[in-house]
């Protein structure tokens, strides 16, 4: 059974930053394109990175520049480090792995960021 364990969420100032980490356990972690997604409260779901089996990198325009997503084939970790962060980034932040045409599609239960002074 496969399992999406996020964590490093937590309560930082506008301006600060954060590594967020998601654990995947099971042998499929090199076949996974991994992503990030975010939703504020009263919002929509909404994508903000993704890193495929070869490495490639993907973001929207509205944080490119500010997360970075990467990845641990060793560890079976997939990271986004944020910084620069914006009271607008508050969120739950969820961890996603899938395969192509979502044949395999897998989500973590998400962990909290809270940008605030």
């Known amino acids: 059974q496969v399992q999406l364990v996020e964590s490093g969420g937590g309560l930082v100032q506008p301006g600060g930053s954060l590594r967020l980490s998601c654990a995947v356990s099971?042998?499929?972690?090199?076949?996974?394109?991994m992503a990030w997604y975010r939703q504020a409260p009263g919002k929509e779901r909404e994508w903000v990175a993704t890193i495929t089996t070869g490495g490639t990198m993907m973001y929207p325009g509205s944080v490119k520049g500010r997360l970075t997503i990467s990845r641990d084939n060793v560890k079976n970790t997939v990271y986004l480090q944020m910084n620069s962060l914006k009271p607008e980034d508050t969120a739950v932040y969820y961890c996603?792995?899938?395969?192509?045409?979502?044949?395999?599609?897998?989500w973590g239960a998400g962990t909290l960021v809270t940008v605030s002074s």
């Open positions: 996603n792995g899938y395969t192509g045409s979502r044949t395999m599609d897998y």
């Open positions: 099971g042998s499929i972690f090199s076949i996974l394109s």
